[in-house]
């Protein structure tokens, strides 16, 4: 008995210090990165000499910052969209017949199991034929279609999965349905709709292929400027954003972590049916 | 409204969504049989010119594209194995090891590199990896590699790109799976005389399958489909299908070519995809049955 103790103790520090090499690792570049914004040579190279010239080039070149500045509204606006299309898909599901609740969640599978580079062609060829091509438009729905399936499963298996006496019993008191939609459902769906968001948030800033394709001419989100200039060469101002937009999102995610959001929910569960 | 049914008039609440998956989705995918047969570019102005069946032919015949796609998968499997391999213990370890109280930090600092942008990330493994970064300056200073040496635009380096960007995800859906285990049964298993290999293998991992499985395709789809990562940290010959087909968008300008290949590209990825999930099936059958 004690043997296996100790055994077990053994086991668990090899898979602990694993987990803090696992983290150590993962992390490096970025702070590597927040190291480099710092440092005078121009490539990151040694020996590092501390300067702010990058950033003072990143706030006077704009380019980057207007990338940066339209790469966030933008998914703020898709993963909103995306927001309100699964609580309403979620909501009407609940109505309707099994048939339609086995048949739609796969089919909002499908643009998950799609690649984006696949999924982002066969739009772009879509829109060419109806003469429309890049545009606003197109970005805009090629981005909220790749996202919205992850927003709808995560808000769809917690309406399906959640308490339904709250609701009867604001009925039998006699609440209107709005009323008992913004009092009783959505308080309850909320930290699943919170997670949906996050998710597509997320997952529409990175969508470069999507953008790449779809977005009209002049148009650069963040992701495809700095495509662009790692084509070109390497520019330093990008370790600057790059710090900036590493700080803040770690500063959200503090938040989140503190407000008691559980981040294992983004996966999962929009994947039960597998 | 009407008052009567307002229960039933959710029902249409439906629409907007079914509409945009349909049109924006099902709908271009399917298409993409029509544009296969497409001759040339299909442009805003004069929409499709001719057609022929040129594409199709040349894209199952070229021995190229045979090769980029076994390349292509190749690497898929190799970045998804790395990933379980490193991901599987450092998601037990913080699903199981670590006080409950720590989990939640845990799993958020692993998730930040995936929530900076992909292109970030790229850029700064790519920085690391320049032959005077911080990584090879002092390899190359200590003589372990000969001067002049970089890693960067080969094949390794696409490799490791890619196990950065998607390590994060494979952690997150094995830790989401890991985390529902009972202690108890894994106690109870000890305690019936098995030892650890034992209860890995008959208790732990036929519980684990559902996050491999999510890990695997939310990791091994995006991978074998991925044409940035080949096109900025690859060299000349890691070239990827991804790179095949965006170069028919972008520089080639044959844009039935490039519907031809993503329809070959999707169609080997479902059969990679089913026979993935039968072997998964058979394992769980065997192993958890």
Same mark, same amino acid.
């Given at each position: 008995?004690?043997?296996?103790?100790?055994?077990?103790?053994?086991?668990?520090?090899?898979?602990?210090?694993?987990?803090?090499?696992?983290?150590?690792?993962?992390?490096?570049?970025?702070?590597?990165?927040?190291?480099?914004?710092?440092?005078?040579?121009?490539?990151?190279?040694?020996?590092?000499?501390?300067?702010?010239?990058?950033?003072?080039?990143?706030?006077?070149?704009?380019?980057?910052?207007?990338?940066?500045?339209?790469?966030?509204?933008?998914?703020?606006?898709?993963?909103?969209?995306?927001?309100?299309?699964?609580?309403?898909?979620?909501?009407?599901?609940?109505?309707?017949?099994?048939?339609?609740?086995?048949?739609?969640?796969?089919?909002?599978?499908?643009?998950?199991?799609?690649?984006?580079?696949?999924?982002?062609?066969?739009?772009?060829?879509?829109?060419?034929?109806?003469?429309?091509?890049?545009?606003?438009?197109?970005?805009?729905?090629?981005?909220?279609?790749?996202?919205?399936?992850?927003?709808?499963?995560?808000?769809?298996?917690?309406?399906?999965?959640?308490?339904?006496?709250?609701?009867?019993?604001?009925?039998?008191?006699?609440?209107?349905?709005?009323?008992?939609?913004?009092?009783?459902?959505?308080?309850?769906?909320?930290?699943?709709?919170?997670?949906?968001?996050?998710?597509?948030?997320?997952?529409?800033?990175?969508?470069?292929?999507?953008?790449?394709?779809?977005?009209?001419?002049?148009?650069?989100?963040?992701?495809?400027?700095?495509?662009?200039?790692?084509?070109?060469?390497?520019?330093?101002?990008?370790?600057?954003?790059?710090?900036?937009?590493?700080?803040?999102?770690?500063?959200?995610?503090?938040?989140?972590?503190?407000?008691?959001?559980?981040?294992?929910?983004?996966?999962?569960?929009?994947?039960?049916?597998? | 409204?009407?008052?009567?049914?307002?229960?039933?008039?959710?029902?249409?609440?439906?629409?907007?969504?079914?509409?945009?998956?349909?049109?924006?989705?099902?709908?271009?995918?399917?298409?993409?049989?029509?544009?296969?047969?497409?001759?040339?570019?299909?442009?805003?102005?004069?929409?499709?010119?001719?057609?022929?069946?040129?594409?199709?032919?040349?894209?199952?015949?070229?021995?190229?594209?045979?090769? =980029?796609? /076994?390349? &292509?998968?190749?690497?898929?499997?190799? !970045?998804? $194995? +790395?990933?379980?391999?490193?991901?599987?213990? @450092?998601?037990?370890?913080?699903?199981?090891?670590?006080?409950?109280?720590?989990?939640?930090?845990?799993?958020?600092?692993?998730?930040?590199?995936?929530?900076?942008?992909?292109?970030?990330?790229?850029?700064?493994?790519?920085?690391?990896?320049?032959?005077?970064?911080?990584?090879?300056?002092?390899?190359?200073?200590?003589?372990?590699?000969?001067?002049?040496?970089?890693?960067?635009?080969?094949?390794?380096?696409?490799?490791?790109?890619?196990?950065?960007?998607?390590?994060?995800?494979?952690? =997150?859906? /094995?830790? &989401?799976?890991?985390?529902?285990?009972? !202690?108890? $049964? +894994?106690?109870?298993?000890?305690?019936?005389? @098995?030892?650890?290999?034992?209860?890995?293998?008959?208790?732990?991992?036929?519980?684990?399958?559902?996050?491999?499985?999510?890990?695997?395709?939310?990791?091994?789809?995006?991978?074998?489909?991925?044409?940035?990562?080949?096109?900025?940290?690859?060299?000349?010959?890691?070239?990827?299908?991804?790179?095949?087909?965006?170069?028919?968008?972008?520089?080639?300008?044959?844009?039935?070519?490039?519907?031809?290949?993503?329809?070959?590209?999707?169609?080997?990825?479902?059969?990679?995809?089913?026979?993935?999930? /039968?072997?998964?099936?058979?394992?769980?059958?065997?192993?958890?049955?």
């Amino acid at each position: 008995m004690k043997k296996r103790k100790k055994g077990a103790r053994g086991f668990n520090s090899v898979m602990i210090v694993w987990l803090c090499a696992t983290l150590f690792i993962l992390l490096f570049p970025i702070f590597a990165i927040i190291l480099m914004s710092f440092n005078t040579s121009k490539y990151g190279a040694l020996p590092f000499e501390f300067t702010l010239k990058w950033y003072k080039q990143l706030f006077q070149s704009a380019d980057l910052l207007s990338a940066t500045g339209y790469s966030l509204w933008f998914s703020i606006l898709v993963s909103t969209s995306a927001a309100v299309l699964g609580i309403m898909a979620s909501m009407a599901l609940r109505r309707m017949s099994r048939k339609w609740n086995k048949a739609f969640p796969t089919l909002m599978n499908v643009p998950v199991i799609i690649p984006w580079l696949v999924q982002a062609v066969a739009l772009l060829l879509l829109f060419n034929l109806l003469g429309i091509g890049k545009s606003f438009a197109s970005l805009y729905f090629g981005c909220l279609v790749a996202v919205m399936p992850h927003s709808f499963l995560i808000t769809y298996s917690r309406i399906m999965t959640m308490d339904k006496y709250p609701e009867e019993a604001g009925r039998t008191l006699g609440a209107t349905s709005m009323r008992i939609f913004l009092d009783i459902t959505l308080p309850m769906v909320f930290p699943a709709v919170l997670s949906g968001w996050l998710m597509s948030f997320v997952l529409c800033f990175n969508c470069f292929s999507i953008q790449y394709y779809l977005a009209p001419f002049g148009t650069y989100t963040l992701p495809m400027l700095i495509y662009t200039m790692i084509r070109a060469g390497y520019n330093p101002d990008i370790n600057a954003i790059a710090t900036i937009l590493t700080i803040v999102i770690a500063i959200v995610i503090f938040i989140m972590n503190k407000i008691g959001f559980d981040v294992g929910q983004l996966v999962g569960q929009g994947h039960k049916e597998k | 409204m009407n008052a009567k049914h307002p229960r039933k008039l959710v029902r249409h609440l439906i629409w907007p969504s079914a509409v945009i998956l349909l049109a924006m989705s099902l709908v271009p995918l399917c298409m993409l049989v029509f544009f296969s047969f497409a001759d040339g570019n299909v442009s805003t102005l004069n929409g499709i010119a001719g057609y022929t069946i040129d594409n199709i032919v040349n894209a199952v015949t070229s021995a190229t594209v045979g090769r =980029l796609m /076994l390349r &292509s998968f190749w690497i898929a499997v190799l !970045v998804t $194995v +790395i990933c379980i391999v490193i991901a599987y213990p @450092a998601a037990w370890a913080i699903a199981k090891v670590v006080p409950e109280k720590y989990r939640s930090t845990l799993i958020m600092i692993s998730i930040v590199p995936a929530f900076t942008s992909q292109l970030l990330l790229i850029y700064s493994i790519m920085t690391l990896m320049q032959s005077n970064g911080l990584i090879m300056t002092p390899l190359l200073k200590l003589g372990i590699l000969p001067a002049g040496t970089s890693i960067l635009y080969t094949n390794q380096a696409v490799i490791i790109v890619l196990v950065y960007e998607y390590l994060p995800y494979m952690i =997150l859906s /094995l830790y &989401s799976c890991l985390e529902k285990i009972d !202690v108890n $049964v +894994i106690a109870a298993s000890h305690t019936l005389g @098995a030892n650890r290999f034992q209860t890995f293998v008959n208790v732990v991992l036929p519980q684990s399958f559902s996050g491999l499985m999510t890990g695997i395709l939310i990791v091994l789809i995006p991978v074998a489909g991925s044409f940035v990562e080949p096109n900025i940290a690859g060299g000349p010959y890691s070239m990827m299908i991804g790179s095949l087909i965006d170069s028919q968008f972008t520089t080639a300008m044959n844009m039935g070519y490039g519907a031809a290949l993503s329809l070959l590209f999707l169609l080997i990825m479902s059969l990679t995809l089913a026979v993935i999930k /039968l072997v998964m099936k058979i394992a769980d059958r065997r192993i958890g049955g």
